[in-house]
């Protein structure tokens, strides 16, 4: 059942839209979901134009825009290792980044606002599937404690001004993600495109074997970044509450199954070996998506059909591999 705290009040499709990240990952597929649905008026700035770490540049840049909607989709992001090995970035650039767009969003008026964060956010030993209200129960994963964290604070952060200021700002907390534009660096990327690219590497020079990170045992769950944008919108165009909003597909996989259907996906038919001597990361973090599914909203893109598309995009836009 709808809980009450959804309801239909769409944005105005003619109201100034500013996608903060609009060029990865996330932003640039809530980009192309807002142009689709009609939306005729969005502004994005890349790193290099607006470093969301410069307070009055962002103050600047929102006194001349003037945005009537943000989607806070800049952070900086990583996967297992490079959260592991530069936890001052991770906690640093994001608290800055953060800070200084929501202070600016209110400052200037912003009306509507979602921030997103992750499912790292909840306790590593969490009761699965992880509801909201696990938030705060239990010690973090220590592979990304600094990430999280960061997270936790901008998650406070739009739960204080609307109790302060009664904006209806929101939050949501996406499960992995992947698909096109995604990072696919062997030493930063999450898991899904960083096995595309060894993968696919090893088929285009016949080598017989691939090694994988961690003991391949933990689950995760992945949702393709169009199946987020869409959630994000509708969370936008429904959504009024405090609570962040869990978004997944509430099916996990064990890395093993995933490097299997990318294995597949990619066309390798060689050996997979796996170097215990990198991190596993949380054991698992199969998230609650009973919120979001309740509220009418539900995914359409299943994993090997995200897989086989990522895997097409990559193959067409990730040209460094040609050789
Ligand atoms: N990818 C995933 O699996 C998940 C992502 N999320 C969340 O979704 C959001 C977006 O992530 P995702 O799209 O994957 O990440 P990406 O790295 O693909 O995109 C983040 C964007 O933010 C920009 N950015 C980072 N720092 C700054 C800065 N100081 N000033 C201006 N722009 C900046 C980046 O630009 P540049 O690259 O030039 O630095 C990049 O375009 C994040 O909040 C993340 O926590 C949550 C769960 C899972
Ligand atoms: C979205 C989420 O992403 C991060 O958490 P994570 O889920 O642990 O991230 P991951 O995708 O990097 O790894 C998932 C699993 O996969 C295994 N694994 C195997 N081989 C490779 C590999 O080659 N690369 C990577 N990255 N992982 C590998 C790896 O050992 C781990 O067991 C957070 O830091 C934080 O950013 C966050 O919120």
Not at 271 to 287: F, H, N, Q, V, Y
Not at 289 to 296: D, E
Request: proline share 5%; aromatic share 8%; with cysteine.
């Amino acid at each position: 059942m709808r809980s009450a705290l959804f309801a239909d009040r769409p944005i105005d499709r003619h109201s100034t839209v500013y996608v903060a990240g609009h060029r990865g990952l996330v932003g640039s597929a809530i980009w192309r979901r807002l142009r689709g649905e009609g939306f005729t008026d969005l502004v994005g700035r890349s790193h290099d134009e607006l470093d969301l770490k410069d307070r009055s540049a962002v103050f600047e840049f929102f006194r001349s825009e003037r945005p009537d909607v943000v989607v806070l989709a800049a952070a900086k992001v990583g996967g297992i290792m490079a959260n592991n090995t530069y936890p001052v970035d991770f906690i640093s650039d994001n608290l800055q980044v953060q800070v200084n767009v929501l202070d600016a969003a209110l400052e200037y008026g912003v009306e509507r606002l979602l921030f997103l964060g992750s499912t790292c956010i909840y306790p590593k030993l969490a009761e699965q599937p992880i509801r909201e209200d696990a938030l705060l129960t239990g010690l973090l994963e220590p592979t990304n404690d600094a990430y999280a964290i960061a997270k936790i604070a901008g998650i406070l952060q739009v739960q204080a001004v609307r109790r302060q200021y009664g904006r209806p700002w929101i939050s949501a907390m996406p499960t992995n993600l992947y698909g096109p534009e995604d990072n696919f660096s062997p030493m930063t990327s999450h898991v899904l495109p960083a096995l595309i690219r060894r993968y696919e590497e090893a088929r285009l020079t016949d080598s017989p074997t691939v090694v994988n990170w961690g003991s391949g045992t933990p689950m995760r769950e992945f949702l393709h970044v169009d199946d987020m944008a869409a959630a994000c919108l509708h969370l936008l165009d429904t959504y009024d509450g405090p609570q962040q909003v869990n978004v997944g597909t509430g099916k996990d996989q064990s890395i093993k199954e995933i490097a299997c259907l990318v294995a597949e996906a990619v066309g390798f038919h060689g050996a997979t070996e796996w170097d215990t001597s990198k991190p596993d990361g949380t054991p698992r973090k199969l998230i609650d998506v009973s919120t979001l599914i309740g509220s009418g909203w539900e995914p359409q893109i299943g994993l090997r059909e995200g897989l086989e598309s990522t895997v097409a995009w990559f193959r067409e836009n990730v040209t460094a591999l040609r050789t």
